[in-house]
């Protein structure tokens, strides 16, 4: 029962945990370039940055790179 933009049912579960991981990291990545200096609360600690929207649209990058190759590998399965 899954559509043309779903990955097939055959393959497994992998490839839907990676197209959720996906949509995830991409929604993750639009808030560190809208809302910078809430998004990387999370890197908050005794030995953690300064806090600056240079860091957080820095690592909302890397999310998104790391979205492409997700979705690169849900898309092309073999």
Do not use: D, Q
Request: charged share 10%; glycine share 6%; hydrophobic share 40%.
């Amino acid at each position: 029962m899954t559509t043309s933009w779903l990955p097939p049912y055959e393959e497994g579960l992998l490839p839907f945990f990676l197209l959720y991981s996906t949509v995830a990291t991409l929604i993750h990545s639009l808030t560190t370039y809208v809302r910078p200096i809430p998004s990387i609360k999370a890197f908050s600690g005794p030995s953690a940055p300064p806090k600056a929207p240079l860091l957080a649209h820095v690592y909302g990058l890397l999310n998104f790179l790391a979205a492409c190759t997700r979705f690169g590998r849900v898309s092309h399965p073999k």
